[in-house]
C-alpha cells in the first residue's frame, strides 16, 4: 500500500512518501523543510498568521507531490506544536484546508509509539528481548521500551526538545558553561521522575541523533554525548555545521538535542544507536495497518 505522512514538528514539516509492505517501509519521496515553529511558540505562546501562511504553503505542496505519486492513503500528523501552543484549532484548519488530509494531533504517548513502531521495524539483524527507542524532536522527548516488534508497553514524554532547550538555555552561539549548565540540570530535572525498565538496547531516532553521530558515530554512550557537547560549543553553529556537515539549521540546535541524548543514555544506562526509522515510518505502518483492519 503506498502512503503519504505530512508531519508537521517543532523544527521542520516533512513529507514521506512510502510503501507499506508487511511491517516494511520503503520510503519513495521524502522531502524537509525547515520551518522552526517550536521557536515562535516557545517565544510567543502561538504561531503569527504570516507563519502559518508559510506552513500552508509547504504543506500544499507536499499534498500535490502524494497525490502525483497515487498514494492510496493519507493522513497530516502534528507532534509538538499542537500540544504546547495555543490556537490548535486554527493550526489544524489551515492545514486541513492547504492539504485535503485528515489531521491529527498525536499526544506525547502516541509520538512515542509510532517512534518505536518505526524505529524496530527498520532494524537490521536481529532484535534483544527488551528495546528501548528514544525520540529526541524539536519540542519534546519521548522515550519507550517495548518487546522485540510488538508495540511499546511503557512511554513516557518530557516538554523539553532541542529546538525548546536552545531557546529557553542556550542563548548565546555558542553557548557559555553556565548555559549548558543550566541547559543540562532543566533536563536532569525533568528526567529526575522517570523509572524506565532494563533494557538491552538503545535505538535513537530523530534529526538530532543523526547530527550527533556525524561528530562522535553512530553507536555513542553518555561519555561520548559529552565530547560532542564539548567539541560542539568550541565554535559558533555556523563553524558547526561546516566542520561537522550538519545542516545549518540543524547546527544551530544541535547541543541542545546532544546534551539531551547524553542524559537518555544515563537514564537507560545503555549506549544509544541511531535509529534507521522513526515517527513518520511508525505513522505510515500505523496508517496500512489501520486501512488493512478496516477492509477485513
Known amino acids: 500500500m503506498r502512503v503519504a505522512i505530512v508531519d508537521v514538528g517543532s523544527n521542520t514539516a516533512r513529507l514521506l512518501v512510502a510503501e507499506v509492505e508487511d511491517d516494511r517501509v520503503v520510503p519513495v519521496v521524502e ?69 485535503g488530509f485528515r489531521v491529527r494531533v498525536l499526544s506525547a504517548a502516541e509520538e512515542g509509539r509510532y517512534a518505536y513502531l518505526g524505529a524496530v521495524a527498520a532494524a537490521r539483524g536481529a532484535l534483544p528481548a527488551s528495546i528501548g527507542v528514544v525520540d529526541v524532536g524539536g519540542g519534546s522527548t519521548e522515550i519507550a521500551v517495548g518487546e522485540r ?28 558553561r553556565r548555559e549548558l549548565k543550566r541547559a543540562r540540570g ?6 529526575a521522575h522517570l523509572t524506565p525498565p532494563r533494557v538491552n538496547v538503545v535505538l ?37 555545521a561546516q566542520n561537522f556537515g550538519i545542516h545549518p539549521n540543524r547546527a544551530a540546535s544541535v547541543i541542545g538535542g546532544a546534551i539531551l541524548l547524553a542524559e537518555t543514555a544515563r ?12 515517527v513518520r515510518e511508525g505513522a505510515a505502518l500505523a496508517l496500512a495497518a489501520a486501512e488493512i483492519a478496516a477492509a477485513a
Open 186 to 191: 532543566a533536563v536532569r530535572s525533568e528526567f
Open 31 to 99: 522531502e524537509r523543510e525547515h520551518l522552526w515553529l517550536g521557536a515562535e511558540i516557545t517565544r510567543t505562546g502561538s504561531l503569527s498568521p504570516g507563519t502559518l501562511r508559510e506552513l500552508a504553503q509547504v504543506c500544499e505542496g507536499y499534498a500535490r507531490v502524494a497525490r502525483a505519486h497515487r498514494v492510496e492513503r493519507a493522513v497530516a500528523i502534528v507532534t509538538a506544536p499542537g500540544r504546547q501552543g495555543r490556537g490548535t484549532g486554527k493550526l489544524l484548519r489551515v492545514l486541513s484546508e492547504a492539504t
Open 204 to 240: 535513537a531516532a530523530g534529526g538530532s541523533a543523526r547530527a550527533v553521530a556525524k561528530v562522535v558515530g553512530r553507536v555513542f554512550n553518555a561519555d561520548d554525548g559529552d565530547e560532542a557537547i564539548r567539541l560542539l560549543a568550541r565554535h559558533p553553529a555556523a563553524r558547526v
Open 149 to 176: 516488534r510488538d508495540e511499546a508497553y511503557w512511554v513516557r514524554s518530557v516538554d523539553l526538545g532541542s529546538l525548546r532547550l536552545t531557546c529557553m538555555h542556550l542563548a548565546s552561539d555558542p553557548p557559555s
Open 267 to 278: 537514564l537507560l544506562e545503555r549506549p544509544l544507536e541511531v535509529a534507521r526509522g522513526g
